[in-house]
């Protein structure tokens, strides 16, 4: 299974688990995105209206007024969002959880004897250990609030942006695109190496296991062999050390190389843009403030 569809797999089990789960988290980290974008707007406000005021406007402290206003309501929400977050997470997250080993013990039930015996399914059995039940809690409780409150932010950011500069939208959207995709394939090829390297795992963790056996333990000592298991595991740790790191020496060139370029495009160019904008005159402070912290968000 790729790494995309393990993600959506889990996606999926998780609103079978608990409907009320999955949309709570998607309508409260919509909430929060919103109430993030316009915090930020208010704000901008302040600093025009600051600005009026700072000139003898004074039909502008109003309208700091109502700004400042919309910011403490924003606050307020915002406390309420966290509470129903952790509310959601202390009464329905345990639910999810429960479900996948509902659906391990059903999946185990169906299988023939001999294939369970088989190394092909102790291989497979090992990789459900490292990944799925740790990939599947990471996704209910970080991946699934994130990718709600990464959408939504996009959306409402995205909708502002375009009214304003479609062109800095489109290089957002295209450097994002391809940052993305890169390490979603990343991702699937470390999952294949990990799965390659299965074999070699599930030896060490036979070694060690014998050595906590205390069925066999006198057997162990009388014979010496906790020297050569201990050598056994050793050699099998540095070969998965070795391969591991191996690879990370190559993506983490490639992680900085990508990282780089990521922000070079569309934080560095898009904002110095904006800064371009407001010395021309073109944007007012308040505006500049909005938009510059808004690319982040994006």
Not at 273 to 292: D, E, I, K, N, P
């Amino acid at each position: 299974m790729t790494f995309g569809r393990m993600f959506w797999r889990n996606l999926k089990v998780t609103w079978q688990a608990s409907r009320v789960y999955f949309l709570g988290i998607a309508v409260a980290a919509s909430v929060e995105a919103a109430v993030g974008i316009t915090s930020i707007f208010a704000f901008s406000q302040i600093i025009d209206a600051g600005t009026k005021l700072a000139a003898n406007d004074t039909s502008a402290g109003q309208r700091i007024l109502v700004s400042f206003g919309v910011l403490v309501a924003c606050s307020v929400i915002n406390t309420f969002l966290g509470q129903a977050q952790l509310y959601l997470g202390e009464v329905h997250k345990q639910r999810v959880i429960d479900h996948i080993d509902k659906l391990v013990i059903a999946k185990l039930g169906s299988l023939p004897a001999s294939f369970v015996e088989s190394a092909e399914f102790q291989d497979k059995f090992k990789m459900i250990e490292l990944f799925s039940k740790d990939k599947f809690i990471n996704t209910v409780e970080v991946r699934l609030p994130t990718l709600f409150r990464s959408v939504a932010n996009l959306i409402y950011a995205g909708v502002a942006m375009l009214l304003q500069s479609p062109g800095i939208l489109g290089v957002i959207l295209v450097t994002q695109f391809l940052f993305v995709s890169w390490v979603i394939k990343e991702n699937g090829k470390f999952y294949a190496l990990v799965e390659e390297w299965t074999p070699i795992r599930r030896q060490k963790d036979y070694f060690i296991s014998l050595t906590h056996d205390l069925g066999v333990f006198t057997n162990l000592k009388v014979y010496s062999l906790f020297p050569y298991l201990l050598r056994k595991v050793r050699g099998l740790q540095d070969e998965l050390h070795k391969r591991n790191n191996n690879y990370r020496k190559v993506f983490r060139v490639q992680a900085v190389i990508a990282s780089l370029l990521t922000y070079l495009l569309s934080n560095l160019a898009t904002r110095g843009y904006y800064v371009w904008l407001l010395v021309t005159g073109a944007v007012t402070l308040g505006q500049f403030s909005f938009y510059f912290q808004k690319i982040f968000v994006c």
